[in-house]
T-cell receptor, first 113, second 111 residues
């Protein structure tokens, strides 16, 4: 049972390039989330999804887009990468929101030069 | 004021010591509380949920004080492997009940 899997694990981009981060979960969870973690800031929610075909903005959505075409997958896109998007990105999933703990992938370390 | 506040530490303790962390939260409507553990350059992992009556899991005890809006984590008989950052996590209680993560308290257990 893999849980939550993120790809890639590491990536270096140049300013203005685009890329997509993939998150896959095999726990049949309804809810999926994308966070970024920066030193001293804690985890901040970028976007989330409450089910297949639905997405919503979190607290720091600017510069990112997401899609949830299949229940098990949640994609995070950077259309035009900026140095401010250098961060560690974590995907998480849960059965329901709020009262249920979230299960995290092992992260993607992204550097924008 | 941050929604969830933690002392960043580090807390330096010897093996076998007892250590406690507190975390305060600002939203009185919060209903769910958790402690997560995060090792260096790893993902957060659920350590334990925090229940109203307090709960224990082996060497770990969590307490909730709704009146003062704080939760605590007590670690007894600290092990070297307990060295990590401990994240306090609270849900917002209304609307889409997103979890709010504290910035963490770092624990270093030394031989």
């Amino acid at each position: 049972n893999a849980g939550v899997t993120q790809t890639p694990k590491f990536r270096v981009l140049k300013t203005g390039q685009s890329m997509t981060l993939l998150c896959a979960q095999d726990m049949n969870h309804e809810y999926m989330y994308w966070y970024r973690q920066d030193p001293g800031m804690g985890l901040r929610l970028i976007h989330y999804s409450v089910g297949e075909g639905t997405t919503a903005k979190g607290e720091v959505p600017d510069g990112y887009n997401v899609s949830r075409l299949k229940k098990q997958n949640f994609l995070l896109g950077l259309e035009s990468a900026a140095p401010s998007q250098t961060s560690v990105y974590f995907c998480a999933s849960s059965y329901y929101e709020g009262s249920q703990p979230q299960h995290f992938g092992d992260g993607t370390r992204l550097s924008i030069l | 004021r941050k929604e969830v506040e933690q002392d960043p530490g580090p807390f330096n303790v010897p093996e076998g010591a007892t250590v406690a962390f507190n975390c305060t939260y600002s939203n009185s409507a919060s209903q769910s509380f958790f402690w997560y553990r995060q090792d260096c350059r790893k993902e957060p992992k659920l350590l334990m949920s925090v229940y109203s009556s307090g709960n224990e899991d082996g060497r770990f005890t969590a307490q909730l004080n709704r009146a003062s809006q704080y939760i605590s984590l007590l670690i007894r008989d600290s092990k070297l492997s307990d060295s990590a950052t401990y994240l306090c996590v609270v849900n917002r209680g209304t609307g889409f009940q997103k979890l709010v993560f504290g910035t963490g308290t770092r624990l270093l257990v030394s031989p």
